[in-house]
């Protein structure tokens, strides 16, 4: 047991020192494979920011013209993933602050709803129904929530951070995360509550 969790943390580091290795030489083929790898996930996250999917889009392309542009500041100290909704998310807030000086949840607030997308693509018909009218009502129940809640909700339970890197990410506290958290999901729950009554 103790010999497989030993690879398996070798493998990952040897995984992201290969990753920041090739980022610092410009690697095209890697560079395609990280987008294969992330795109999907990073546009939902961009999505959750703006809730506006062209702005989301744009964003999604100044992300990869970033990473490309300075792939030599990722260390592999973190996952890959943490680094790149780092950017995408510095990346969100100076667009946000350029376009109007007020806050991140403040301009979230007047964009249009996005709602999320489901996240398996082949289900079956009634199944597709089941999940776009469950993610419509998650979204919506998310949308209503201050951003820093969405955003921590959203990078805990869809894209699959953990607490630690969720505070490298957003550049909070652990305790602040945690808190987030759990305030994001007892708000999420009351509204999930209030829309089946």
């Not at 790898?37 to 939902?44: P, V």
């Not at 260390?75 to 510095?90: C, I, M, Q």
């Not at 630690?164 to 909070?172: D, K, M, R, S």
């Amino acid at each position: 047991m103790i010999a497989a969790l030993h690879y398996f943390v070798m493998s990952m580091e040897s995984e992201t020192s290969a990753i920041a290795h090739g980022l610092r030489r410009r690697d095209p083929d890697l560079l395609d494979h990280l987008i294969e790898q992330y795109q999907h996930r990073l546009l939902r996250y961009l999505i959750c920011l703006t809730r506006n999917r062209d702005l989301a889009e744009d964003l999604f392309q100044e992300t990869w013209i970033r990473v490309l542009e300075r792939g030599s500041q990722y260390d592999g100290k973190h996952e890959f993933s943490t680094w790149l909704y780092a950017v995408a998310r510095n990346l969100t807030i100076d667009y946000l602050r350029r376009k109007a000086p007020v806050s991140l949840d403040g301009l979230m607030d007047d964009e249009e709803h996005v709602p999320l997308e489901p996240a398996d693509p082949r289900p079956l018909a009634w199944e597709v129904m089941a999940q776009h009218e469950q993610a419509e009502r998650i979204g919506s129940a998310l949308g209503g929530m201050p951003a820093e809640y969405r955003e921590t909700v959203v990078l805990r339970f869809q894209e699959g951070l953990p607490l630690e890197e969720i505070a490298t990410v957003t550049g909070a506290r652990l305790g602040t995360v945690k808190s987030r958290l759990y305030r994001g999901l007892n708000m999420l729950m009351d509204r999930l509550g209030r829309g089946q009554a």
